[in-house]
T-cell receptor, first 116, second 112 residues
Framework: DGGITQSPKYLFRKEGQNVTLSCEQNLNHDAMYWYRQDPGQGLRLIYYSQIVNDFQKGDIAEGYSVSREKKESFPLTVTSAQKNPTAFYLC???????????????FGPGTRLTVL | DQQVKQNSPSLSVQEGRISILNCDYTNSMFDYFLWYKKYPAEGPTFLISISSIKDKNEDGRFTVFLNKSAKHLSLHIVPSQPGDSAVYFCAASGDSNYQLIWGAGTKLIIKP
């Protein structure tokens, strides 16, 4: 079955530590995204990548970093510089930019990060 | 400044009746709109979309209506079923970088 996997489902970290969230897709999608969801808010874009070895900052990139070394993988690192990292993190992917269905993003199950 | 607004945080509807979820947008450059459904602690799943060249799109129990002059779209679910209880997000695109702009979501509760 094709899909997007995120691991772990729940993650706890101590304040001041960096942590990396995994996102893998086997949909052969070119584009991948990281969102953050806070209670009562919509999804806010952290970073996105439309092609391997290239990525762009979203609306709230400060305190986060990403890499896109492989088409199927887009890990997100939450650094100690992120002032309020406790949130639900969602990874998504979509097919090639410019195709009619490009806007339809497919999501993973999410990772809930809690900073203690 | 929110470009996509879902002004109702929650909506309660009797099972079997029609559910109407609303979404307003401010950016006239948006040309593609999507609705997603989300259960707690899960990722959103795509429901239905509409291009700005249309004013209606239907898929089974789900219909999306677009009123470009009012910058308003709505999702109709009929008949509503218990499994429809979830948070529904409206999203829009039209930027040159293909990003989706999301509303804050509406929690739909279907009462038995």
């Amino acid at each position: 079955d094709g899909g997007i996997t995120q691991s772990p489902k729940y993650l706890f970290r101590k304040e001041g530590q960096n942590v990396t969230l995994s996102c893998e897709q086997n949909l052969n999608h070119d584009a991948m995204y990281w969102y953050r969801q806070d209670p009562g808010q919509g999804l806010r874009l952290i970073y996105y990548s439309q092609i391997v070895n290239d990525f762009q900052k979203g609306d709230i990139a400060e305190g986060y970093s990403v890499s896109r070394e492989k088409k199927e993988s887009f890990p997100l690192t939450v650094t100690s510089a992120q002032k309020n990292p406790t949130a639900f993190y969602l990874c998504a992917s979509s097919i090639s930019p410019g195709t009619p269905s490009y806007n339809e993003q497919f999501f993973g199950p999410g990772t809930r990060l809690t900073v203690l | 400044d929110q470009q996509v607004k879902q002004n109702s945080p929650s909506l309660s509807v009797q099972e079997g009746r029609i559910s109407i979820l609303n979404c307003d947008y401010t950016n006239s450059m948006f040309d593609y709109f999507l609705w997603y459904k989300k259960y707690p602690a899960e990722g959103p799943t795509f429901l239905i979309s509409i291009s700005s060249i249309k004013d209606k799109n239907e898929d089974g129990r789900f219909t999306v209506f677009l009123n470009k002059s009012a910058k308003h779209l709505s999702l109709h679910i009929v008949p509503s079923q218990p499994g429809d209880s979830a948070v529904y997000f409206c999203a829009a695109s039209g930027d040159s970088n293909y990003q989706l702009i999301w509303g804050a979501g509406t929690k739909l509760i279907i009462k038995p």
